[in-house]
């Protein structure tokens, strides 16, 4: 019988095991609005999705996807002008 071993190295703490380093944590906090704008789309999409929209359901959908549209501007006009928040 054939004895088979572990070809990779002993398993320990992976760059993917630790936590957020500050620049990290800073950079989510920085892209945040952007985030919470694409949850409200994604909510409003959701609500949609067992039924037909009414007039109401597409109006809510417009003004998320608008607002998405906002806070991606805002933010890359953020990252050009290296304002301090993106750091």
């Given at each position: 019988?054939?004895?088979?071993?572990?070809?990779?190295?002993?398993?320990?703490?992976?760059?993917?095991?630790?936590?957020?380093?500050?620049?990290?944590?800073?950079?989510i906090?920085?892209?945040?609005?952007?985030?919470?704008?694409?949850?409200?789309?994604?909510?409003?999409?959701?609500?949609?999705?067992?039924?037909?929209?009414?007039?109401?359901?597409?109006?809510?959908?417009?003004?998320?996807r608008?607002?998405?549209?906002?806070?991606?501007?805002?933010?890359?006009?953020?990252?050009?002008?290296?304002?301090?928040?993106?750091?």
């Amino acid at each position: 019988m054939k004895f088979i071993g572990a070809v990779q190295a002993v398993v320990t703490a992976d760059e993917f095991d630790r936590e957020p380093t500050a620049a990290e944590l800073d950079a989510i906090e920085c892209e945040m609005p952007v985030i919470t704008a694409e949850v409200e789309l994604l909510d409003a999409e959701i609500v949609t999705l067992d039924r037909t929209p009414s007039e109401l359901d597409e109006r809510r959908i417009r003004r998320a996807r608008r607002r998405v549209l906002t806070e991606r501007v805002a933010l890359a006009n953020r990252l050009v002008s290296g304002s301090p928040e993106v750091a």
